[in-house]
């Protein structure tokens, strides 16, 4: 209505006055306006105020020519000022006329509200409650579901039942057995250090060894046979030690040093390696001593590389620590199994352990002076159900006609004693539970059990320990799924079983994943 009224006011105007004039109002606010204007005062009439409009016909001002005259300029300008609102078309003309009498523009149009609007408004609430809550339940299936966990695992350390076998200790002079495999070390009974003659070059060859080690097979450095070298053979074996004939200028190997050593006992060669490895002897022979004491012989101490000094001295149970060492290195045993060796000087030497290679004897060192008498030390394998199990048995101080053919005879009944004594434990039965595998969305979980079963051999009195080691879980088990490992030992013998699941544990569901807090 406002807009159809400017353009019929613009018309109004052009129609009357076509030069340009001020031409007399036509509507009726005008003629209300001039006749109030009239009367008012007896002063020369003024121009009456124009009422400016827009180009869209809305008010754009209210122009008294008594202020700014009949001039183009200030009407331009004020065309230029932000549009007044119209007055009101219901308005009374004496309301008009006034407003226009005072040069205040008249008041604004009261604008209807737009009916979409409070529609917009209605929706918004509910659009918002939506979008929280689509929010929220991404955020909740966006989190990472729980890892499964065990309870009950079993963890076991008991003994193995039954009384173990006496066995047959020497009359005279210490013995000890021990099975490297179980960590059993049985010792006849309180032993102080006695002379060890050349069980002492079981050292030797361990330090030679473990400062120069030797693949299976491989032979080593050469060393070369010095004047003096060949000068102290000739006088230990003119004193009646056991030695290896050399020759100045002559090489062999490490591997032939340590057949020569051990096999012929040759003294004179323990010697030559101390001073290869250390310098002299006398500093390999500190280097034995803080390996005795590394090793755990508190009762051992060492004079010399050779063992020919009575100064070196030892008991059984010290002696046999340094020959698992020795055994668990693969040269060494395969240097100790053979019956006889080939020197390029000394041609073939039998092995002074004449059972080796007879009755499962495979090793290691016999010993033997008028200090020491009769010492010998064996490693024999023995079947327990089927098994091969390494026995070690040693003893010293035997005596007799033969000493060590008494040695050897007390050593072999030791070992096949303590291999009667051994027999095989069944720890863990096929489907043995060891735990349960729950998630917080399956409580009662599903039970864990062993896989296969296990059975270890054993002594009578040994602890056997079983432990259960857990896998990183993750939801989603079926049926057969690994979840962990049994671990049977007794000692160093042991067994590995795989613990799996009876059950499934699926991951969780969405309702449980979009309730959880």
Same mark, same amino acid.
């Given at each position: /209505?406002?807009?159809?009224?400017?353009?019929?006011?613009?018309?109004?105007?052009?129609?009357?006055?076509? !030069?340009?004039? *001020?031409?007399?109002?036509?509507?009726?606010?005008?003629?209300?306006?001039?006749?109030? #204007?009239?009367?008012?005062?007896?002063?020369?009439?003024?121009?009456?105020?124009?009422?400016?409009? %827009?180009?869209?016909?809305?008010?754009?001002?209210?122009?008294?020519?008594?202020?700014?005259?009949?001039? =183009?300029?200030?009407?331009?300008?004020?065309?230029?000022?932000? &549009?007044?609102?119209?007055?009101?078309?219901?308005?009374?003309?004496?309301?008009?006329?006034?407003? @226009? =009498?005072?040069?205040?523009?008249?008041?604004?149009?009261?604008?209807? &509200?737009?009916?979409?609007?409070?529609?917009?408004?209605?929706?918004?609430?509910?659009?918002?409650?939506?979008?929280?809550? $689509?929010?929220?339940?991404?955020?909740?299936?966006?989190?990472?579901?729980? #890892?499964?966990?065990?309870?009950?695992?079993?963890?076991?350390?008991?003994?193995?039942?039954?009384?173990?076998?006496?066995?047959?200790?020497?009359?005279?002079?210490?013995?000890?057995?021990?099975?490297?495999?179980?960590?059993?070390?049985?010792?006849?009974?309180?032993?102080?250090?006695?002379? @060890?003659?050349?069980? &002492?070059?079981? /050292?030797?060859?361990?330090?030679?060894?473990? !400062?120069?080690?030797?693949?299976?097979?491989? !032979?080593?450095?050469?060393?070369?046979?010095? =004047?003096?070298?060949?000068?102290?053979?000739?006088?230990?074996?003119?004193?009646?030690?056991?030695?290896?004939?050399?020759?100045?200028?002559?090489?062999?190997?490490?591997?032939?040093?340590? %057949?020569?050593? /051990?096999?012929?006992?040759?003294?004179?060669?323990?010697?030559?390696? &101390?001073?290869? !490895?250390?310098?002299?002897?006398?500093?390999?022979?500190?280097?034995?001593?803080? *390996?005795?004491?590394?090793?755990? +012989?508190?009762?051992?101490?060492? =004079?010399?590389?050779?063992?020919?000094?009575?100064? *070196?001295?030892?008991?059984?149970?010290?002696?046999?620590?340094?020959?698992?060492?020795?055994?668990? +290195?693969?040269?060494?045993?395969?240097?100790?199994?053979?019956?006889?060796?080939?020197?390029? $000087?000394?041609?073939?030497?039998?092995?002074?352990?004449?059972?080796?290679? #007879?009755?499962?004897?495979?090793?290691?060192?016999?010993?033997?002076?008028?200090?020491? +008498?009769?010492?010998?030390?064996?490693?024999?394998?023995?079947?327990?159900?089927?098994?091969?199990?390494?026995?070690?048995?040693?003893? #010293?101080?035997?005596?007799?006609?033969?000493?060590?053919?008494?040695?050897?005879?007390?050593?072999?009944?030791? @070992?096949?004693?303590?291999?009667?004594? /051994?027999?095989?434990?069944?720890?863990?039965?096929?489907?043995?539970?060891?735990?349960?595998?729950?998630?917080?969305?399956?409580?009662?979980?599903?039970?864990?059990?062993?896989?296969?079963?296990?059975?270890?051999?054993?002594?009578?009195?040994?602890?056997?320990?079983?432990?259960?080691?857990?896998?990183?879980?993750?939801?989603?088990?079926?049926?057969?799924?690994?979840?962990?490992?049994?671990?049977?030992?007794?000692?160093?013998?042991?067994?590995?079983?795989?613990?799996?699941? *009876?059950?499934?544990?699926?991951?969780?569901?969405?309702?449980?994943?979009?309730?959880?807090?």
């Amino acid at each position: /209505m406002a807009r159809r009224s400017g353009r019929h006011s613009r018309r109004a105007h052009a129609a009357a006055e076509p !030069d340009g004039g *001020t031409s007399a109002p036509t509507t009726a606010a005008a003629r209300t306006t001039a006749t109030a #204007t009239a009367t008012a005062t007896s002063a020369p009439p003024a121009p009456a105020p124009v009422l400016v409009t %827009d180009g869209d016909g809305l008010e754009a001002g209210v122009v008294d020519h008594a202020d700014v005259g009949t001039s =183009a300029a200030p009407l331009a300008l004020l065309a230029r000022e932000p &549009a007044a609102p119209a007055a009101p078309a219901a308005a009374p003309d004496g309301a008009v006329a006034g407003v @226009i =009498a005072s040069g205040a523009p008249p008041p604004g149009p009261v604008l209807p &509200a737009l009916p979409g609007r409070s529609r917009h408004r209605a929706w918004t609430a509910p659009a918002v409650l939506v979008s929280v809550v $689509v929010a929220l339940a991404a955020v909740q299936l966006a989190r990472p579901a729980p #890892t499964p966990t065990w309870h009950g695992a079993l963890h076991v350390a008991s003994p193995v039942s039954g009384s173990a076998p006496a066995l047959p200790w020497p009359a005279t002079g210490g013995a000890a057995v021990a099975v490297p495999a179980l960590g059993l070390m049985i010792q006849s009974g309180p032993e102080p250090a006695v002379p @060890i003659a050349s069980l &002492a070059k079981l /050292m030797t060859a361990y330090l030679t060894l473990h !400062d120069h080690p030797l693949a299976a097979g491989d !032979d080593g450095p050469e060393l070369q046979i010095t =004047a003096a070298d060949q000068a102290e053979a000739q006088v230990e074996a003119a004193a009646g030690a056991t030695t290896v004939p050399v020759e100045e200028g002559e090489a062999l190997t490490e591997r032939q040093m340590l %057949d020569g050593l /051990m096999v012929h006992s040759a003294n004179n060669l323990a010697d030559v390696l &101390a001073r290869w !490895d250390a310098g002299t002897v006398p500093a390999f022979v500190v280097k034995m001593n803080a *390996t005795a004491a590394a090793l755990g +012989m508190t009762h051992t101490h060492y =004079a010399d590389a050779s063992g020919l000094d009575p100064g *070196t001295a030892g008991n059984a149970a010290d002696v046999l620590r340094v020959t698992e060492a020795d055994m668990a +290195m693969p040269t060494f045993g395969a240097v100790v199994a053979q019956p006889a060796v080939t020197l390029p $000087v000394a041609g073939v030497l039998p092995n002074y352990v004449q059972s080796v290679g #007879t009755d499962g004897i495979v090793g290691v060192k016999s010993g033997f002076t008028q200090a020491a +008498m009769g010492c010998l030390v064996l490693a024999g394998e023995r079947a327990v159900n089927g098994r091969p199990v390494l026995v070690l048995a040693a003893v #010293t101080g035997q005596t007799g006609a033969d000493p060590l053919r008494v040695a050897n005879q007390v050593d072999v009944q030791l @070992i096949d004693a303590v291999a009667s004594g /051994m027999r095989t434990v069944d720890v863990v039965e096929p489907g043995t539970r060891v735990g349960t595998v729950t998630a917080p969305w399956s409580p009662a979980g599903v039970p864990a059990v062993t896989a296969a079963g296990a059975s270890v051999i054993a002594w009578p009195g040994l602890p056997v320990r079983v432990h259960v080691w857990r896998r990183s879980l993750r939801p989603g088990l079926t049926p057969g799924s690994r979840v962990g490992t049994v671990s049977v030992s007794v000692g160093s013998e042991r067994a590995v079983l795989p613990v799996r699941v *009876t059950g499934s544990l699926r991951g969780p569901s969405v309702a449980w994943r979009l309730a959880r807090r």
